[in-house]
């Protein structure tokens, strides 16, 4: 089974503080995406990535940054986290970028900024 | 650009009742449409997909048509029992034009519960 992992569950943090988030796959996957969930907004991308150290914008990419420097591990950086960043983040992966490839997600991360 | 649409919810239901939740989209060509399902305290997972007009994805009695003639794919189950309570969230993936890099656009999710 393909397995993604998300580094904490629960964070808080305090408005300024730079924070880091970081998404494991253990499948091989060329693709791995950032997503923040906002109830009755459903997903919105932030950024993602289609090779090591690919990047691209999704749809809201401002205040955030990614690092992707090895194929496994993709991290998104709050440069200086705000209180309209609270939300869930999601991280997923797919095998290749083909428009039928199924996403496989993480469990997600619920960041409150203070 | 690319925007997918779902009834507002939350919805309850009795368990053994009849669920469907609507989906309708836009894109630009022609999309891959799929059904994910958040159940409580976990992240998404692919409940079914469609790929091509006509197709019917299908999964633990859940199914979907992907219709072109009305840009929709809704979800439907026939008898739905207390461990289908989740949110539902219809997207779509759209390669036309260059390549999308299976980039997922979400409906804006259904909250489903099923009582007893």
């Known amino acids: 089974d393909v397995k993604v992992t998300q580094s904490s569950r629960y964070l808080v943090k305090r408005t300024g503080e730079k924070v880091f988030l970081e998404c494991v796959q253990d499948?091989?996957?060329?693709?791995m995406f950032w997503y923040r969930q906002d109830p009755g907004l459903g997903l919105r991308l932030i950024y993602f990535?289609?090779?090591?150290?690919?990047?691209e914008k999704g749809d809201i990419p401002e205040g955030y940054s990614v690092s992707r420097e090895k194929k496994e591990r993709f991290s998104l950086i709050l440069e200086s986290a705000s209180t309209n960043q609270t939300s869930m983040y999601l991280c997923?992966?797919?095998?290749?970028?083909?428009?039928?490839?199924?996403?496989?997600f993480g469990p997600g991360t619920r960041l409150l900024v203070l | 650009g690319d925007s997918v649409t779902q009834m507002e919810g939350p919805v309850t239901l009795s368990e053994e009742a009849f669920l469907t939740i609507n989906c309708t989209y836009t894109?630009?060509?022609?999309?891959?449409l799929f059904w994910y399902v958040q159940y409580p305290g976990e992240g998404l997972q692919l409940l079914l997909k469609?790929?091509?007009?006509?197709d019917k994805g299908s999964n633990k009695g859940f199914e979907a048509t992907y219709r072109k003639e009305t840009t929709s794919f809704h979800l439907e189950k026939g008898s739905v029992q207390v461990s289908d309570s989740a949110v539902y969230f219809c997207?779509?993936?759209?390669?036309?034009?260059?390549?999308?890099?299976?980039?997922?656009?979400f409906g804006q999710g259904t909250i489903l519960t099923v009582h007893p």
């Open positions: 997923a992966s797919s095998l290749t970028g083909l428009a039928l490839e199924t996403q496989y």
């Open positions: 499948m091989d996957h060329e693709n």
């Open positions: 990535s289609y090779d090591v150290k690919m990047k």
């Open positions: 894109a630009t060509g022609y999309p891959s």
């Open positions: 469609a790929t091509k007009a006509d």
């Open positions: 997207a779509l993936s759209d390669s036309t034009g260059g390549t999308s890099y299976g980039k997922l656009t």
